[in-house]
């Protein structure tokens, strides 16, 4: 039927438009047919009757068709009685037989054969003679046949003779001419036979087969499910009550409406109607009102005034999206260590200098009223019960032993890890990190600001507390007993950095005796500031952490060692069972520091040379130094010290027997980078107190990541426990204007644990990524006032220069990372089709359930009963949770912490779920609750269900 469209259509030459052949002007432009056929004169081509394809002819016979008024009949007929009016051309054939229903194929191969011009019937064009059509109006050029409609052209001699056509038609077409067809559907005899429908039911007459290209399956009727109408396909709302279409194919579909709520008398309508059928109120006014409503990640329609949407809870005030950019700190790049190191001593350095010259002036000593020489300085309480300090003496005054009575006191005469003895004081956990960095002369001299001897008493030291570096003064006088002997650490050969760094710690710390018990690693993170790590060299108690690798733990040793890291070893601690007297007669201490000097492995030995910070009481097991199992060659390589300086070397394998862990601290050249950002870790879910670090990285990078908490030691320690800390990096994309950071998924993690600082490592690809600060075991407790909400530093180091900005993350930044950390991480369960729960245990000191439903338009219901585990808190608020999780949502169902870090834990757990067709837990709750207990919103930064993206 594309052949007839060709012919009775013409194209506007200025707009391009395809208009009808009846009309004389263009429909859209009104740009006169003959204008357009004179203008295109010189581009129009010849065309004549002889030699024409079929398809050409078929467009002459269906045009003369269209033309001819009524029903065209084709009989042999007079060319003398040739009606000559101008808008009707008759054309002489033979016969002319089309049959509606029959192939084209067919026709066109006798059509083509047939055509048979006679001799009258040979078109001559004359040159330079241009003629009017006289059926449609058209100019024409030098042809004897119109370009548009084919008709041909009157001859100037004789204008009313017109030119036959014979076709030779087949006998078997002939006898069965017919000028109209039969329909097939409702046996309908007159369609004409240019008509591609029945005139009568609309029936197509072309077949359309299902692998045509052309064919439309047909489309179904909708039952509506209030009255159960069958309504034709192409209607969205029922022709009798106005039911809803959509919610008629997905009746359990909850995000679907039938109705829409007049803003004015609350009366609900029909979705059809287009006025409120109580007070004629506009619809479409009404959804102008609500439109700030209309959540613009989902388009659900959320009632007027709420805040969050009820599907996807994403925020629906618009400038909340510009308040969470809003950086509390500015964007700032990571410094080199040097430098802000020198930076940091030139400023206190120039506090010092007015301080000396003060005392100068005044012709007197500088004493430390902060920090007094007294009792307040030395313990918790004034009145403590044995008391070795009975005076507060300065260098010059304090006695010394007989060796270094001819030396003068110095800040350092090349410090050596034998030059430091232990006092009466139990902080072995500070010796054992200061004989570490004795090794390391540069490393002391960072410590101590001021170098040289200072005649007024003035010294100022530099330590990284809880994460933070502050410059320390102190003066110098040190608590002596009644003999004028210092009581505390000192240093051999007259040197005053050993008791003047520990007397600066105790000054950080509240007085002396808060330095009693500790680990080497907090000694070393205090005095380097450089990121530490500790390897456990005792099995877990805790059954899902996995097992030790000997041969691992060996090669992360030697490997430190030959990275200048510094080591410390802890003896005998943590969850060990210590038999007092099999250690004391191996010559160790349980419970006590011990300094990592050195690593080697050497003839298949793996040999470890440790020291005691007392300077006395030796190892004397294997390899001791009166072992036998020293070889000639092992011992010109090793060189055993003597057991008099408390050095001594030890296998790996009794490491492993004795001790609990070793310390590593990464100290690094000074050529690395490290920025510190503070925050705060409430316990609940709220972005006024919440922060997160946006990290761009520009170039690859090894990146150490360190997340501190406030310490213990001040004698408020027993009012509040340690947190458990966990420090997260997750992709995101950039954070803009328009563009709000977003968590995407999870590039490295900390374990969580309950310390007072934990560590990451990992090499990041240039990119941009976001770090969060977890901690969850102080939820549900008495903080209510967040002056006193615990604070956090995170300190990122790295070996190139990275781009940092602390902002205030979006409502659900928890929610978020703990799912695609759980995903990542966690144990997967499929618990039924479309449904996976995700358990996180491994190195989380407790517990984390996700649940995930994965169904277009049903609810899971989840039962999770831990009520059997003991030592751990639900930041739930209750060990039994029951929970509806919407179609296509993820849901922390439950996140379960240790208490406290020293003591056990068990975690016990159980999960019932069941699937539902709308929300709420029918008979697992009471109505209208889909959570129990209730998600307040404290915590629905953290528990609130999340879709699936």
Known sequence: MGSIASVLQWHCSSCSLINPTDRLTCIRCNVHRSYECKKNTDQLKTRTIHGCPTPYVTDILCAEAEIAAGALRLDDADPTNIDHRPSVVKLQFKSVILQRRKSWNGFEDHLQASIRPSKSSTLLATENDSWLCNTCRIRNCSTQQCQNCDSFRRSKGRQNEIVPITINMPNDLEKKSTSNWTCEKCSFTLNPFWSDSCESCGWNAITMMRDCVRYTPPKKKWACKRCTLLNDPNTTVCNACGGSKAKSLCPDDGTLREFWTCDKCTLKNRISALVCKACKADKRANKKRRSDSQCPTCTFDNEPNAKRCAMCHKHLEPEYYSSILISNH????????????????????????????FCIQNSQEFVDDSFPPA????????????????????????????????????????????????????????????????????????????????????????????????TVLVDDLLPCDHRGNLVYSQAKRKQLWVPLIEKAIAKLHGCYEALVSGRAIEGLATLTGAPCESVPLQPSSVPTEDELDRDLIWAQLLSSRLAGFLMGASCGGGNMKVDED??????????????????????????????????????????????????????????????????????????????????????????????????????????????????????????????????????????RSQLDLCVAVMRSREVTSEKPICIGRLVEHSKRQVRGFVSSHKMLEPDVYVVVCLAFNHWHTDLVDPSVYPEFVLAIHSSKRLLVEQVSPPSFVLADTIINLTLAKGKRHEGREGMTAYYLTKGWAGLVVVVENRHANRWIHVKCDCQESYNVMSTRGLLKTIDSVPPLHRQVIIVLTQLEGSGGFSIAHKLTHRLANQAGLHDWGPPGCSHLPQIQKSIEGLHSPRLIT
């Open 330 to 357: 500015p964007k700032k790049q990571s410094e080199l260590m040097e430098n802000l190191r020198r930076i940091e001593e030139q400023e206190a350095r120039e506090k010092w200098n007015e301080i000396v010259l």
């Open 375 to 470: 009792a307040k300085s030395l313990y918790y309480t004034e009145k403590h019960e044995s008391c070795r300090v009975t005076q507060w003496l300065r260098p010059e005054s304090i006695i010394c032993s007989e060796l270094d009575k001819e030396s003068c006191w110095t800040v350092f005469r090349k410090p050596k890890p034998s030059d430091i003895i232990q006092g009466v004081l139990g902080n072995c956990w500070l010796l054992s990190a200061l004989t570490v960095l004795a090794e390391r002369e540069d490393l002391v001299r960072h410590v101590m600001v001021t170098k040289d001897y200072c005649q007024q008493g003035a010294y100022q030291v530099r330590l990284c507390k809880d994460g933070k570096w502050t």
């Open 582 to 719: 099999a250690y004391q007669n191996k010559g160790l201490r349980p419970r006590h520091a011990y300094s990592v000097l050195d690593v080697r492995d050497i003839d298949s030995h793996r040999l470890l040379k440790l020291r005691n910070p007392w300077g006395h009481f030796s190892w004397n097991g294997d390899w001791s130094d009166d072992s036998d199992m020293w070889s000639e060659k092992l011992k010109i390589m090793l060189m055993p010290d003597g057991c008099c300086e408390g050095v001594f070397w030890i296998s790996y394998d009794d490491v492993l027997k004795y001790f609990d862990c070793i310390d590593i601290c990464k100290v690094r050249n000074n050529m690395w980078n490290e920025v510190r950002l503070k925050g705060y870790l409430p316990p609940l879910s709220s972005t006024d107190h919440l922060s997160c670090v946006v990290l761009t990285v520009s170039e690859p990078t090894e990146a150490e990541f360190t997340l501190f908490q406030e310490g213990q030691r001040k004698s408020e320690k027993c009012n």
